[in-house]
């Protein structure tokens, strides 16, 4: 990480750029000084983060409050958010400092946990919430009601709900839809379920989506799988799409689908030369 950020700060400087670094980040960095996250976020104009997805993910939930755009450079794998890697850095970030760039807008979720009618448990996600069973191993059982209405009670080993954002993570994984981030929608998602006819659905971007907790051996509330909330029987996971939004910054010229292909290597044949690796 530490060549990574000496390459970036290069770019920084030759583009006559102030910068501010976040204090772990300045750890890598022999000398340097770092401020703290809700400094950077009172003095900068634009976030710039180098990782993966789920750093992404961190970052724009922790920062959301401070209505900073962020432009995210792939040094993890995946890298579903992010535009470029570490390796077409130094071509594609310059544009985008000197303002020629997309503006994409994405919702998050409101996540909540009700207990006895008190809330113990207050979250933001941007990918995905839901309930996953703990290390038993066993399945969950829970009740569903969307805007006040009941819709299913289900046994699974747990249950998604996706903003449109992570429709292509966790919620894609079990089987879910994949919608374009510009849609003002949820999925909700059951994850491996005891049924035959339980299937995802697409909800509407206002809808407030309850999810009881009827029985489990043990089960936790979950945000974008990086924070946990250990439930108990009776709790009520409670998700909606928050008014606040957070901002990426694309290069000009992108597009979802390009992204779809890329990351989703839509754009491969199916290979017919696959061979057993093991032989009797």
């Known amino acids: 990480m530490g060549e990574a950020l000496k390459k970036l700060l290069a770019i920084l400087k030759a583009e006559k750029i102030d910068y501010l670094l976040e204090e772990s980040?300045?750890?890598?960095?022999?000398?340097?000084?770092?401020?703290?996250l809700d400094e950077l976020g009172n003095r900068a104009d634009v976030i710039i983060m180098l990782g993966g997805d789920g750093t992404t993910l961190g970052i724009a939930r922790r920062m959301a409050r401070f209505k900073l755009p962020i432009i995210a450079i792939n040094a993890g794998r995946l890298g579903f958010i992010t535009d470029f890697s570490l390796e077409e850095m130094a071509t594609g970030l310059p544009p985008l400092l000197r303002g020629n760039y997309e503006v994409d807008t994405r919702s998050m979720l409101q996540v909540r946990v009700y207990r006895h009618g008190q809330m113990v448990f207050n979250a933001t996600a941007v990918n995905d919430a839901g309930i996953t069973h703990g290390r038993a191993g066993s399945m969950v059982e829970f009740n569903v009601w969307v805007d006040g209405h009941p819709m299913a009670t289900q046994r699974a080993d747990g249950v998604i709900v996706s903003s449109a954002t992570g429709s292509t993570a966790y919620a894609m994984a079990a089987g879910g839809p994949i919608l374009h981030p510009a849609l003002n929608a949820m999925v909700l998602v059951p994850v491996a379920p005891h049924a035959l006819t339980n299937r995802p659905i697409v909800l509407p971007g206002s809808s407030t989506v309850d999810i009881s907790l009827i029985e489990a051996r043990e089960a936790s509330a979950y945000c974008d799988m990086q924070d946990f909330f250990a439930m108990q029987r009776g709790d009520i996971l409670r998700v909606r799409t928050l008014p606040e939004s957070f901002?990426?910054?694309h290069p000009i010229g992108h597009n979802h689908y390009d992204t779809l292909r890329r990351k989703l290597y839509w754009n491969l044949m199916?290979?017919?030369?696959?061979?057993l690796p093991i032989k009797d």
């Open 25 to 36: 980040t300045a750890e890598h960095l022999p000398g340097a000084k770092g401020v703290s």
């Open 247 to 249: 901002t990426i910054l």
């Open 270 to 275: 199916p290979s017919d030369n696959a061979s």
